[in-house]
């Protein structure tokens, strides 16, 4: 090798070198993450997906996620010099809707995190797929207990803002026996992670508070036909009959205790998967003074959410779970600027380990449903929003949302 | 003699008598056990029952479908559970509007009777359709192919009225003049079941007098006897198969208007698909294209799956009965088919068909 050749190369190693360190532009970012990076080029946008029901039935669930999620979009349309694009896919409340959903968000390498599911049963099924990934999902509405318990299906990556069932499923025993003084109780629940683990945790508190559960069943989803659950469930007469499942078993269950002999003076009582605009009216007007445990939220941050959500979305939100929705989107936007590393030209570079550290790092988030702050484990909610709402014959005329008569 | 005898049964015969052996006593423990502990009271057994007897006529009045179709043109119609959620689904936003301009609440006979008009003639304008398009181009294809075109057009129905009306669940209206009680044998029943129950039964008498009375009856009994002689007889075949799968189509329209008045929740674009199984079950428990058999069977299966669970299960001790209803009424089939291979009213198809 000639000594020109040499001298002329070293040259420009040096001069490269040197170029490099005063322009700093062309510098790439580099990942340093365990579990890899998602890049964003200049001007292209941040990419966030949801997983929510919005079809079928639950579609109210979905609809009011997906409404909290664009309010929070609308309200930052600049995160870091890049706006955000948001695409969903359909979970279903099944867990074979959410193997899908969360196979075909995982196959997408652009998807940073994830704002869903709405039902526990989903949220289980897509979970493993999304983990894998590296991606993270934040739940509005997931309440099952084991979703953010190690040893019940938790894996890394997964958050939520609602409340989990250990809360909603105390406050409505808790309410159950101290404020209506039901002393016997009966459950019925759709063998749904949702129905059967928030039953479990009401059926536990009553006892534990001095009541006597009389039954603990089931229906099936598709059933149409409640009767003979119901007459089960009479030959008790319990004082109350929790069952907190989903439309349309739950309209079934409402309009036939109407007719099953023994059930005049047991009093009907939901969770927050009836609290949709939908149930009054479809469920007729035996739902007129049937109790439904679900999230509350107020305050004047919220009443100023309420005002932008007619001005994008128009009228008012159809179930409980917008606000939660808003809090998931805004924390992950956060943790997205707190960890993003920006190139000189627009690009960056997000760790996905860093930005699951950032959101489990959350701590006193100051959200629509209160101060969040989240566990190891991504259980971030703090079970403060959650009241017991009565249904009128307001609600069965078309008025939505009912009024809360009772606040933990 | 006596190999000679146990050479001629067969381990089929025996091990059938021996399962029905099994079946009966395992049915009367469930029944005695029951009745021993009398967790129930004679008011929820009466409410129970009631609300079979309203269901099952629902059914019967579907069953009629299946059966009607498969006298005729030996084919089951497995789209007439779609046929039935058209006319229930269809007919939920006229009742929706009803209630709304008071016409619903002001006089409600006249109302319903719209309604069930209405409802019946959206379902036999699909029937109408449905045999024209997917079933008469292929009247001579071999017996499977028009099966599964019936599947193929039992989607296309529901995702049809999926893309018209959404995928939401809808309610009939409360109809103020239904929800008292009447007293029937000392048991308070809610006035909408034995309504719907003798309204099914007065729509199934009239059917039973179009066929055995009128012309165009007399010219289905022909056609389901025989094709080709009916034909030379100068009877026109397409007409009547029409009218036979336009009666279908009426009485399962009829049917989602009872069904909207005695369970008004739930209706929406799946809603047909277990009431079709389960009324083909009654169908084929009376004994298929038989017109009494369909309506018994439809009876006899809304009765059993209402009282089977806490009846014979529960006093069996087996936990969560109410959910296996509808492993009941498909076990009640097995046991029927068992007992009497033909259905219940079965014979009288078998002669016709000879």
């Not at chain 1, 490099?20 to 990076?37: H, K, M, S, V, Y």
Request: charged residues 15%.
């Amino acid at each position: 090798m000639s000594k020109r050749f040499v001298s002329i190369f070293s040259l420009l190693v040096i001069a490269s070198m040197a170029l490099a360190a005063c322009g700093g532009g062309a510098a790439p970012l580099e990942c340093t993450d365990a579990i890899g990076c998602v890049e964003v080029a200049a001007g292209e946008p941040i990419h966030l997906a949801y997983m929510l029901t919005v079809s079928g039935a639950t579609a109210t669930l979905g609809d009011d996620s997906l409404g909290g999620i664009r309010v929070a979009l609308n309200d930052r349309p600049d995160v870091l010099g890049h706006t955000v694009e948001l695409t969903g896919e359909d979970e279903g409340c099944s867990a074979e809707g959410g193997q899908t959903a969360g196979t075909k968000v995982a196959a997408d390498p652009s998807v940073v995190a994830i704002v869903g599911t709405n039902c526990s049963g989903a949220a289980f099924a897509a979970l493993p797929a999304i983990s894998e990934a590296g991606m993270l999902m934040c739940s509005s509405s997931n309440t099952n207990p084991g979703l953010t318990d190690p040893e019940g299906g938790w894996l890394p990556g997964y958050y939520r803002t609602a409340h989990n069932d250990k809360f909603q499923g105390r406050i409505a025993a808790e309410f159950a026996y101290n404020e209506l003084g039901a002393r016997t109780a009966a459950t019925i629940h759709d063998g749904s992670p949702y129905a059967q683990a928030l039953q479990q945790v009401f059926a536990e508190t009553f006892a534990a508070l001095g009541g006597t559960v009389t039954f603990q069943g089931a229906v099936n989803v598709g059933d149409t036909d409640m009767r003979a659950v119901l007459t089960t469930v009479a030959a008790d007469t319990p004082d109350i009959l929790y069952y907190p499942i989903f439309e349309p078993e739950g309209n079934f269950i409402t309009a036939q205790a109407a007719e099953v002999a023994g059930m005049e003076n047991t009093i009907l009582m939901g969770a927050d998967g009836l609290l949709a605009d939908t149930f009054p009216e479809n469920s007729g007007e035996n739902v007129v003074g049937m109790y439904l445990s679900g999230p509350y939220v107020t305050g004047a941050t919220y009443d100023d959410f309420l005002a932008k959500w007619a001005e994008v979305i128009g009228g008012v939100p159809p179930s409980g779970f917008h606000a939660f929705a808003y809090d998931c989107t805004n924390m992950i936007l956060d943790a997205i600027e707190s960890v993003a590393q920006q190139g000189s030209d627009g690009t960056l570079l997000i760790g996905r380990q860093a930005l699951r550290d950032a959101m489990t790092a959350t701590a006193g988030f100051d959200g629509l449903t209160g101060s969040l702050t989240c566990n190891e484990y991504g259980d971030c909610a703090t079970g403060e929003a959650l009241a017991v709402f009565q249904i009128t014959e307001a609600e069965l005329n078309g008025g939505w949302p009912p009024a809360a008569i009772w606040t933990p | 003699m006596l190999r000679r005898t146990l050479s001629r049964v067969s381990w089929v015969d025996v091990f059938l008598r021996i399962f029905q052996l099994v079946a009966a006593v395992v049915i009367l423990i469930g029944l005695y056990k029951t009745f021993t502990t009398a967790r129930y009271s004679s008011e929820q057994w009466a409410t129970l029952a009631f609300a079979g007897l309203a269901q099952g006529s629902i059914y019967a009045l579907i069953a009629l479908g299946y059966t009607l179709v498969y006298g005729i043109l030996l084919m089951i119609n497995f789209a007439h559970g779609e046929i039935y959620m058209t006319g229930a689904f269809s007919t939920v936003f006229l009742a929706m509007y009803f209630n709304r301009i008071g016409f619903l609440q002001s006089s409600p006979v006249l109302a319903i009777i719209v309604l069930i008009l209405f409802s019946a003639a959206v379902s036999t304008s699909i029937a109408v359709l449905l045999e024209r398009i997917a079933y008469r181009p292929l009247r001579n294809a071999p017996r499977l192919i028009p099966l599964i075109t019936a599947i193929g057009a039992s989607f296309a129905l529901q995702y049809t009225f999926r893309g018209l009306f959404g995928s939401q669940f809808r309610a009939y209206p409360d109809i103020a003049v239904l929800k008292g009680t009447w007293n029937i044998l000392g048991f308070d029943v809610p006035l909408v079941q034995p309504v719907v129950f003798l309204a099914a039964v007065l729509l199934m008498v009239a059917l039973y007098w179009f066929v055995e009375r009128t012309k165009t009856g007399k010219a289905m009994r022909a056609v389901s006897e025989d094709k080709a002689v009916a034909r030379l007889m100068g009877i026109d075949i397409d007409r009547i198969i029409v009218s036979t799968f336009a009666l279908g189509g009426a009485l399962a329209g009829a049917a989602g208007v009872f069904n909207g008045l005695f369970r008004p929740q739930g209706v929406f674009f799946l809603m047909g698909f277990f009431p079709g199984i389960k009324a083909f079950t009654a169908a084929v428990l009376g004994g298929i294209g038989n017109i009494p058999g369909a309506m018994m069977g439809g009876l006899l299966l809304g009765l059993i799956e209402a009282l089977g669970p806490n009846l014979i299960l529960e006093g069996l001790g087996i936990p969560a009965a109410n959910q296996l209803k509808d492993a009941i009424a498909f076990l009640v089939l097995v046991l029927i088919l068992i007992f009497r291979p033909q259905g219940i009213f079965g014979e009288r198809l078998a002669e016709k068909k000879a």
